[in-house]
Each structure stands twice: as structure tokens, then as C-alpha cells.
């Protein structure tokens, strides 16, 4: 059941805030990777590099857990839990470049050293979100 994101965490996803993102590997194992995040409003949104783990996971099982941290204060953090609800790499290059503006003031260097590699949009859809503790 879908719930809504409260407008403090929206807030801070439209910050450079830290997010880590935790999916299940095949095994059912846990595999946890910090990322970038932003949102459309009502969702939570990840830009990925196409094909790696993160994706595969994903499409396999699209459960997801994830942290979003005041980069203010490191003990004030969301916690939410949902599913993936799209992947589209339509607009991916685009996207990284605007998510990469808010983190680092330039358009997306490219870490992986291949200005080709394809981004994926996925948007997640929040079943629970748990605020911070007061």
C-alpha cells in the first residue's frame, strides 16, 4: 500500500543528501550501495548505470530499503521501505547530469571513465517511511 512521502524527507531529497539503497541479491543476501536520490514529488528516484547489480536485483525482486541522511546532521535520517514501480533509461543521461549538478555543481564526470554507459531512471514507490527519531 502506497504511502506518502512527508514534505521534510521531499525536502531533503532535493538537497545533496546522502541515500543508501539496500536490495537482495539472488541468494537473498543483502547488498547495500550509497547513491544519489531525488524525487518527482511523490516518489523516490535513483539514476543508475544500466546492467550492473543494482539493476539486475531490481528487475529480479523490486524491494527495496533505503536511508536518506540530513547531510546537515548525520543522526537525522529517513528510513523507507517500497518497491520499484519503473525503469526506463529514457532521459537517463539527462537526469544524471541535473542529480549531478545538485551534488557536485557540474554536469556527471563520468567516474566509470565511459561517457557511454546507459542510466536508468527508477522510481520507487514508498510503502513505509519511518522519520527520524525526535
Excluded at 547488498?31 to 539493476?55: F, H, P, R, S, Y
Excluded at 526506463?88 to 563520468?110: A, H, R
Amino acid at each position: 500500500m502506497p504511502t506518502t512521502l512527508p514534505s521534510d524527507l521531499i525536502d531533503l531529497m532535493r538537497k545533496p543528501s546522502p541515500c543508501f539503497v539496500a536490495t537482495l541479491m539472488p541468494d537473498g543476501s543483502p547488498q547495500l550501495t550509497e547513491t544519489w536520490v531525488t524525487t518527482d514529488g511523490a516518489n523516490v528516484v535513483l539514476n543508475i548505470v544500466g546492467g550492473m547489480q543494482k539493476q539486475k536485483n531490481f528487475e529480479r525482486d523490486p524491494r527495496v530499503a533505503i536511508n536518506v541522511v540530513d547531510p546537515e546532521n548525520v543522526y537525522r535520517f529517513y528510513a523507507i521501505r517500497g518497491r520499484v514501480v519503473s525503469m526506463t533509461s529514457d532521459g537517463g543521461k539527462e537526469s544524471i547530469d541535473e542529480i549531478s549538478q545538485k551534488y557536485l555543481g557540474t554536469p556527471y564526470p563520468y567516474f566509470s571513465g565511459n561517457p557511454d554507459e546507459t542510466r536508468v531512471i527508477v522510481t520507487i514507490e514508498a510503502d513505509k517511511v519511518t522519520p527520524p527519531a525526535r
